[in-house]
């Protein structure tokens, strides 16, 4: 059942009043003062006057309004009652007001709508020199052309300028808050087991806080943001990635990511299933592995790791691990791990068997590649932006220089005496194959002193099944030089005669023709790059507005085990 009571309700307020303007200015006038007369009916105890925007203020009949801008004015009074209940329809009279002897005229001001916090009014009035401003209701004060004021807030404002003498000119605008920026997304390398600094980097007026989107999965931050560090998990090596975004207090930015590349430590080469060290090749620096024990196809020698006549590790703190390692006559190796150990070549250091396989849980893993369709042809000479793109072809003796950041092709061919520089650190992921061909070059630009081998960072996924048993993923051929951080796990990476390569390269198998050298190179002192530069802003660590009661995202030693 339905029980229904009526209540006594007022919801006006006490008794309705009325308010009628009895005496106004005329609809146009020179004069910048004006007088209302105004009544209101028996109930009316009090009145509130207001003029244009302003907030609404006691008053009572007659009202006098003075130093007036020229320009369209609105006059509003509501009569009220005695319980202070106002008028629902008010009277009120617009007029405007034009005083032309030392009239001031706007010629620069900001637009009715905007997001900057930055306005600027220029004016001018005719045979008058000296002037006085004055923003939102403040004294007027001396001023001169062009007026600028910053930091405003969002809003409402008005800017009134007068000559002396004079009437003022008035101007209303309006700021609307703008979403904060954030730069382009970072890319950043670090070594495994190390640690990298990261700045978030987002721009505002108002000041910012960040909030993590998506942390880390390989790895943790530290800090309170904008400056964080990054520490991969202790073992890790391969892409990981974070997402943040900016907020201003009133809206959040676009989110913007964070690559990172964790760099494999201690080795020059590692391969999943085989290694192939051909006549007087040689392993300038750095640690040579084969991950697992192989069924076949075998490089040579049907063992995992083979090193002919005369080929040679040159760093006595170097090591070769395999399960099967051959040394041929004249060959020199350091420091080996192995379950079998032949040949007759030279065999320095520690023995260590047996050996435990594989050696880690698995090769560093590619992150997700997203090539464009439009491919590029480089004759001569020409600069790229990061991007998505089709297939690389550069041509013969053409010079391509990378200005730094996160790439992404369909492919890359490097033709003979070609150069690929790179400007910046920067990152590339290639869909398919990479073939460089005679005495051509890819690695740092000249003169770029923030970049070398640690900082270029190469992800092939392809393979060409041209390769017969060992498709080919990365070829470098006779006299050609590559310097990068290069993981290709799907096939070999090959270093013909007299190929020179500098850094760390992980593939399936790899293969150095006579003469080729490899070298790992030494940690770099570039801790890492931003794919787009962009300054800092100094802020705070971000909360979720949208959470109740908000939430405060912390980046501190405490949540590690968390990861926020």
């Known amino acids: 059942s339905t029980i229904s009571e009526t209540l006594d309700t007022d919801l006006v307020g006490g008794a309705a009043v009325d308010t009628t303007l009895t005496e106004t200015p005329a609809s146009t006038t020179n004069s910048t003062s004006a007088s209302f007369r105004f009544t209101g009916n028996a109930d009316a105890v009090a009145f509130e ?3 244009d925007d302003a907030a609404a203020v006691p008053c009572a009949s007659p009202w006098m309004l003075t130093d007036l801008s020229n320009g369209s004015h609105t006059f509003t009074v509501a009569a009220l009652n005695s319980q202070g209940t106002p008028d629902l329809t008010p ?34 009035a005719s045979g008058a020199s000296d002037f006085a401003c004055s923003l939102d209701g403040s004294s007027y004060s001396a001023c001169a052309s062009p007026q600028r004021y910053e930091k405003l807030g969002n809003g409402h404002h008005t800017f009134l300028v007068r000559a002396t003498g004079g009437p003022a000119a008035r101007y209303v605008w309006h700021i609307t808050n703008a979403a904060p920026t954030v730069a382009g997304d970072q890319g950043l390398m670090v070594g495994e087991n190390g640690a990298v600094n990261v700045t978030l980097q987002g721009a505002d007026d108002e000041p ?33 990635s974070f997402i943040y975004r900016a ?6 930015s676009s989110s913007a990511t964070v690559h990172l590349t ?8 590692f391969a999943e299933a085989g290694v192939a060290f051909e006549q007087n090749s040689a392993v300038v620096r750095g640690d040579v592995g084969v991950n697992t024990t192989s069924s076949g196809p075998f490089l040579r020698n049907n063992v995992e790791a083979s090193f002919s006549q005369n080929a040679q590790m040159q760093d006595p703190n170097s090591r070769v691990l395999a399960d099967s390692i051959v040394v041929e006559n004249k060959a020199l190796i350091y420091n080996p791990s192995y379950n079998e150990l032949t040949g007759k070549g030279t065999v320095n250091g520690t023995r260590t068997t047996p050996l435990v396989l594989p050696l880690r849980a698995g090769s560093p893993a590619l992150p997700a590649i997203a090539a464009g369709t439009q491919a590029v042809t480089v004759n001569g000479n020409q600069t790229l932006a990061a991007g998505s793109y089709g297939a690389l072809t550069v041509g013969n003796n053409a010079t391509l220089v990378l200005s730094g950041g996160l790439y992404q092709f369909a492919g890359w061919n490097v033709s003979q005496g070609a150069k690929i520089h790179f400007a910046a650190p920067s990152e590339v992921r290639i869909a398919g194959v990479v073939a460089m061909s005679q005495n051509a070059f890819v690695g740092p630009a000249p003169g770029a002193t923030a970049v070398d081998a640690n900082q270029i960072v190469l992800y092939v996924a392809g393979a060409s099944s041209q390769g017969g048993n060992f498709p080919a993923a990365v070829s470098v051929a006779q006299n050609a030089a590559l310097n990068a951080y290069v993981v290709a796990p799907n096939g070999l990476i090959t270093l013909q005669q007299n190929a020179n390569a500098t850094g760390i390269f992980i593939g399936k198998w790899f293969l150095a023709a006579q003469n080729a050298k490899v070298a790992r190179p030494a940690e770099s002192a570039v801790a890492g790059a931003d794919i787009e530069n962009a300054g800092p802003e100094s802020a705070e660590i971000a909360p979720d507005p949208a959470a109740t009661p908000p939430l405060t995202v912390t980046l501190a030693p405490a949540d590690i085990t968390s990861r926020l």
């Open 208 to 240: 910012l806080r960040y909030q993590i989107v998506e942390p880390p999965q390989h790895g943790f931050l530290l800090g309170l943001a904008p400056a964080l560090t990054y520490v991969p998990n202790t073992g890790y090596a391969g892409p990981d």
């Open 91 to 124: 009277a009120s009279y617009s007029w405007t007001v034009n005083v032309t002897t030392l009239a001031t005229t706007l010629t620069a001001q900001p637009a009715a709508e905007t997001t900057n916090r930055t306005a600027s009014f220029s004016f001018s």
């Open 247 to 252: 907020w201003d207090g009133q809206a959040y």
């Open 49 to 51: 006057c207001r003029l």
């Open 262 to 269: 964790v760099r494999l430590a201690k080795y020059a080469v």
